[in-house]
């Protein structure tokens, strides 16, 4: 099967369970490589954060500071999950279903905190819209944890031999 680098993640989350061996040996090996591209997101993020300069002390750009940080932490938490998985006997399409969706997750994460920095200026007119910023953030970062936290059942599901 000839190997396509262009496939969106959302290709590979919907793969079929019972793909055939060797092609999903595939699929995964192209997963590899979109996590190589996703880690230098990553890094490139991780700079922007400890990069970026907040305009004024105002109390509640501390808190968007903090819960960006808390937004970011989802991030290393879902390659935790990643890790603990890695050495365990889990059916290779599940594994390119479940590795998909944790991507896509981070992709997400990532997308959302650049935007927050990008229009920073703009949602912090006033102690109130930070706010409720900050307030969307936390929400923002619980849901996040708990798509994590089901990919991880997910995982522990395979690796029982279990439905998901």
Avoid at 25 to 40: F, M, P, V
Avoid at 123 to 136: G, N, P, S, W, Y
């Amino acid at each position: 099967m000839e190997k396509e680098k262009n496939r969106p993640l959302e290709f590979y989350i919907k793969v079929n369970k019972d793909t055939p061996l060797e092609i999903a040996l595939t699929y995964l090996e192209e997963i590899r490589s979109k996590w190589q591209e996703l880690d230098s997101k990553v890094k490139e993020l991780v700079g922007k954060l400890d990069n970026f300069k907040f305009d004024t002390n105002l109390h509640h750009e501390d808190i968007l500071k903090e819960d960006l940080d808390e937004f970011y932490n989802r991030i290393p938490y879902a390659y935790e999950f990643l890790d603990e998985h890695q050495e365990r006997n889990i059916p290779i399409a599940h594994r390119v279903i479940l590795e998909s969706r944790l991507m896509v997750i981070i992709v997400e994460i990532i997308e959302k905190i650049e935007s927050i920095l990008v229009n920073f200026k703009n949602i912090r007119k006033t102690e109130d819209q930070l706010q409720a910023k900050c307030k969307e953030i936390s929400d923002e970062a619980r849901d996040y944890s708990e798509k994590i936290q089901q990919i991880h059942l997910c995982f522990l599901q395979s690796f029982l031999n279990q439905k998901w």
